[in-house]
């Protein structure tokens, strides 16, 4: 929790150096769009690891806990993982139309 704050507050004390009056307006629409693009694909890379991570952990620990239980949790667990996945994958398919424009 204290690293995704620091992130968020890095990211925020970063903005002030966008307010200053830029010398030309050529490529600042493309800087935009990459600077967009490297945050979207940053945090739908991390969520998706994360959450897939959960996951993970939380299947071994239901089979640690009940091992007779393996055949109804792993289709389940394998539906999620799937599910999580096709996320990030809808997200690098967003960044890729969004480097189009780049």
Do not use: C
């Not at 739908?44 to 091992?67: C, D, H, I």
């Not at 289709?75 to 969004?98: D, H, K, N, R, Y």
């Amino acid at each position: 929790m204290k690293k995704t704050a620091l992130l968020i507050f890095a990211m925020l004390m970063s903005a002030s150096a966008y307010a200053q009056e830029a010398v030309s307006h050529v490529g600042t629409d493309k800087a935009m769009y990459a600077l967009g693009l490297a945050i979207m694909l940053g945090l739908g890379a991390y969520g998706a690891t994360s959450a897939q991570g959960k996951v993970g952990a939380s299947a071994m620990e239901g089979l640690a806990r009940n091992p007779q239980a393996r055949n109804s949790m792993f289709v389940p667990m394998i539906v999620v993982l799937a599910l999580i996945e096709s996320l990030f994958i809808l997200t690098w398919l967003i960044a890729q139309g969004v480097a189009g424009k780049i």
